[in-house]
T-cell receptor, first 113, second 119 residues
Framework: GNSVTQMEGPVTLSEEAFLTINCTYTATGYPSLFWYVQYPGEGLQLLLKATKADDKGSNKGFEATYRKETTSFHLEKGSVQVSDSAVYFCALSLDTGRRALTFGSGTRLQVQP | KAGVTQTPRYLIKTRGQQVTLSCSPISGHRSVSWYQQTPGQGLQFLFE???????NKGNFPGRFSGRQFSNSRSEMNVSTLELGDSALYLC??????????????????FGQGTRLTVV
């Protein structure tokens, strides 16, 4: 089956530190990959996506590159801010006519001033 | 423009009862998906509707059902509630048709969710 594995949290960083959240996937087909962010009390917001190998998704200073050879989609940001504190979810979707997202377990990021 | 609206935001029900949750998608969006979020199981796909038809269903028991109306609004129903059904239920809407992952307007927009507590 399809699955997404994320690094365990929480991840605690100081402001302006470099962030990496690891994400690897297993899929029976050729998935599209996503990072979603969930702020306290809110739903999910799409942060970035990539739909084919070697694509780089980017948004708000966050980046992730679709690595087919390592089945990975690691999230990075060069300098985190307190406002980045949230839960981050890696997800995949297979282009089979269905839009169901398979999510990882989420990684809580805490950024301290 | 207005986002995805889920009602109610919070709900407390007794074991054995049934519950109906509502989702109004963004205007013009015809695809609606539902997800269950729990601390133990994380985010799990329930079902997806497009043009009033269920297009995909996750691995949930038959107590979980849904429907979509002609105006794209969707409801999900859970019958014979169990304590384990306590969760945040999220609805997502999208403009594009199922399978159109690489075209424009394929992003899924999520609502704030309905927090269901079963006691």
């Amino acid at each position: 089956g399809n699955s997404v594995t994320q690094m365990e949290g929480p991840v605690t960083l100081s402001e302006e530190a470099f962030l990496t959240i690891n994400c690897t996937y297993t899929a029976t087909g050729y998935p599209s990959l996503f990072w979603y962010v969930q702020y306290p009390g809110e739903g999910l917001q799409l942060l970035l996506k990539a739909t084919k190998a070697d694509d780089k998704g980017s948004n708000k200073g966050f980046e992730a590159t679709y690595r087919k050879e390592t089945t990975s989609f690691h999230l990075e940001k060069g300098s985190v801010q307190v406002s980045d504190s949230a839960v981050y979810f890696c997800a995949l979707s297979l282009d089979t006519g269905r839009r169901a997202l398979t999510f990882g377990s989420g990684t809580r990021l805490q950024v301290q001033p | 423009k207005a986002g995805v609206t889920q009602t109610p935001r919070y709900l407390i029900k007794t074991r054995g009862q049934q519950v109906t949750l509502s989702c109004s998608p963004i205007s013009g969006h015809r695809s609606v998906s539902w997800y269950q979020q729990t601390p133990g199981q994380g985010l799990q796909f329930l079902f997806e509707y497009f043009s009033e038809t269920q297009r995909n269903k996750g691995n949930f028991p038959g107590r979980f059902s849904g429907r979509q109306f002609s105006n794209s609004r969707s409801e999900m129903n859970v019958s014979t509630l169990e304590l384990g059904d306590s969760a945040l239920y999220l609805c997502a809407s999208s403009f594009s048709i199922p399978g159109a992952l690489t075209g424009p307007n394929t992003e899924a927009f999520f609502g704030q969710g309905t927090r269901l507590t079963v006691v």
